[in-house]
């Protein structure tokens, strides 16, 4: 039986503002680092039966309940789970660990934080067995580095970096390419889906993200939502639910998932096609990767692709 999100510890951004970044961890109660990484958070993961995991990039959200699915790191085939929580991570990414209090109580949230100080990660355990596995984390025995500003690279590529893009695509499997979102947030894929080739990759006008969305939702039709945040993606199958907007958010909802989307801040939509899959790629203002949609590897992909191929091209150039 799926479990269903409770409404007093709801993920959905209609519902209470949850915290973004460490300065706010800290304005809200006590906050307590401990001793991990990405690895940590994927193995713990597993060990829980009850808990509301959360990715939020500022530009789409995905929420779930239960626990994760088997440990994969960025070495590992791609699989989604049909029951479970999919949590794809590069266990080389620099990321600090915190427990702070939830509606659970004490050190019942944990999150994690990227080298910006921002929270793109949360796990909130509801039960007191899920309690337990929280507060089984060793606390740091030193402070972590401080928040530093990302560097923004120029908006260039090299020569060898598209070689190798147009070398891998055929070979490379959906787990490589979503490997590629784990790199410095998605920007140095963007920049070479522009050479790779038009039957590889190309522009979709981003404008009708939204009635794609409806479509898929209208017709029940099963599909991957996909966010990526700081060296890891979260994902999980849309199984039904209603959807509806509230300004630029798009809110897909079901008993068991939530899943947002901020129309106004996709600036670049790409579907991209390789071996027998498509996906469609979307990117924020600032280049990074928010979402991704994708086929069900059960479903008809043979349907899903013709549907990607119909979406009408973009003319707008981008600098």
Not at 19 to 27: F, G, H, I, N, V
Not at 166 to 174: A, C, E, K, L, Q
Not at 204 to 220: A, H, P, Q, Y
């Amino acid at each position: 039986m799926p479990q269903t999100i409770p409404s007093s510890c709801s993920a959905c951004p209609a519902d209470r503002e949850l915290p973004r970044s460490l300065s706010a961890l800290e304005a809200s109660g006590p906050v307590t680092f401990v001793e991990g990484n990405l690895a940590t958070v994927a193995l713990l993961g597993t060990n829980l039966d009850n808990a509301l995991i959360t990715t939020n990039n500022s530009v789409a959200l995905l929420s779930g309940m239960g626990g994760l699915a088997a440990y994969q790191d960025c070495s590992k085939p791609f699989r989604i789970s049909q029951r479970r929580i999919t949590l794809r991570i590069d266990a080389s990414a620099q990321v600090d660990l915190a427990l702070c209090a939830g509606q659970a109580g004490a050190n019942t949230v944990l999150n994690t934080l990227d080298r910006e100080g921002n929270v793109s990660h949360r796990i909130e355990a509801n039960d007191d067995y899920d309690k337990r596995v929280l507060r089984s984390l060793r606390r740091c025995t030193k402070e972590p580095a401080p928040p530093q500003p990302e560097r923004h690279t120029e908006n260039l590529i090299s020569l060898s970096a598209v070689r190798n893009a147009r070398d891998r695509w055929v070979t490379s499997d959906s787990g490589r390419h979503l490997n590629d979102l784990c790199i410095a947030r998605g920007r140095d894929r963007l920049r070479t889906l522009r050479h790779v080739g038009r039957s590889r990759a190309w522009r979709v006008d981003g404008n009708v993200v939204t009635s794609f969305i409806e479509c898929l939702c209208e017709r029940d039709m099963q599909h991957m939502r996909l966010v990526p945040g700081n060296g890891f993606v979260l994902g999980d199958l849309f199984r039904g639910g209603t959807l509806q907007q509230l300004d630029r958010i798009l809110l897909s909802t079901s008993p068991s998932s939530r899943f947002a989307l901020d129309i106004g801040q996709v600036r670049d939509c790409w579907a991209t096609r390789f071996r027998t899959v498509s996906h469609l790629e979307l990117y924020s203002d600032d280049n990074r990767v928010a979402a991704v949609l994708a086929p069900d590897p059960h479903s008809d992909i043979k349907h899903w692709n013709e549907m990607l191929a119909c979406l009408p091209p973009a003319f707008r150039a981008v600098p």
